[in-house]
C-alpha cells in the first residue's frame, strides 16, 4: 500500500511515500474515516467562504455509505490523508468532493488525487468541479491542474466557481 522513500527523503510521512487507493466507502469503518476527515477539511472551507451547510460537513457516516460515488483515498502509515469523490457520466468526470486532512495541506495530497483521477479518466472528454469562488487555495489547485472557470453562480446565498478542463 504504501512505499518506502529513498533515503534522500521525498514525500511522504515518517519516510513513506503515500498511494492513492480505491476506498470502499460503503464500509461502516471506510465511511466513518471519510466522514472524520471531510469534517475537518471542509470546516476550513466553510470559515473561507463563510457557509457551512456543505453536505460534506453534515453528512453521517451511513449517508457516506449510500453516495454513488468512487472515492479515492491518500494513505500512508499514519492513515487517510485526503480523498476525492466522483461520478463518471457518459464521456465526464464529475468531482463531487476533494478533502484533505488540514495538518496535510500544501503537502501535493490535492494534486496527487487529481492525477490519479485524470489518469483513471484518461479517456473522459471533460473534467468538471465546483467549489466555492473565494475558496483561493482550491481553485489554485484546480488550475495549476488545467481547470478553468466555465461559470459562476449564486447558490444558497454562496458564490460558486464552476471549473472544467478537457480530457
Known sequence: MCRKAS??????TLGVVPSVIVLDHRDPEQATKIRVLQQASYRVEADLIGFDKMPPLVERARDIARLRLTVLGVVD?????GLLGYRRRGD?????????????FRRGVGRMLLEALHHRGADADRFEVSTGSTNEPALALYRAMGYQVADEEVSMSVRLAHLMRSG
Open 7 to 12: 533515503a534522500a527523503g521525498g514525500p511522504g
Open 77 to 81: 502509515v499514519g492513515g487517510l490523508r
Open 92 to 104: 465526464v468526470v464529475d468531482i463531487d468532493r476533494l478533502a484533505v486532512d488540514p495538518a496535510h
